[in-house]
């Protein structure tokens, strides 16, 4: 069974800078359209970047479009968000999550989901 663990967040000031890692187990990489969604209590998991299982097209959300990065290191089986110029409103737990079929934007259209990483920016 495919399993995902997020790794990298942390407290960082405004305008810093943060690499998250995705790693997955129980299968390749290659297999899975990748996604990081967020999460702020009381708030519904919202999608942030995406990349497919090809590794050639990657999609954002406009509010960290030119700031974020989704890449993927096939050889080490593992999904990164590198996050630059980050505000306090990217504070968030962030999520990791794998698709068989996809991808897209919405929660539903992935099959497995990490734990989460709470990144925190302060002002």
């Known amino acids: 069974q495919v399993q995902l663990l997020e790794s990298g967040g942390g407290l960082v000031q405004a305008g810093g800078s943060l690499r998250l890692s995705c790693a997955i187990s129980?299968?390749?990489?290659?297999?899975?359209?990748m996604a990081w969604f967020r999460q702020t209590p009381g708030q519904e998991r919202d999608f942030v970047a995406a990349i497919r299982r090809n590794g050639g097209n990657t999609y954002y959300t406009d509010s960290v479009r030119g700031r974020f990065t989704i890449s993927r290191d096939n050889a080490k089986n593992t999904v990164y968000l590198q996050m630059n110029g980050l505000k306090p409103e990217d504070t968030a737990v962030y999520f990791c999550?794998?698709?068989?079929?996809?991808?897209?934007?919405?929660?539903?259209?992935?099959?497995?989901w990490g734990q989460g990483t709470q990144v925190t920016v302060s002002s």
């Open positions: 129980g299968r390749s990489v290659r297999d899975y359209d």
């Open positions: 999550a794998a698709a068989l079929v996809g991808l897209g934007y919405r929660t539903d259209e992935y099959d497995t």
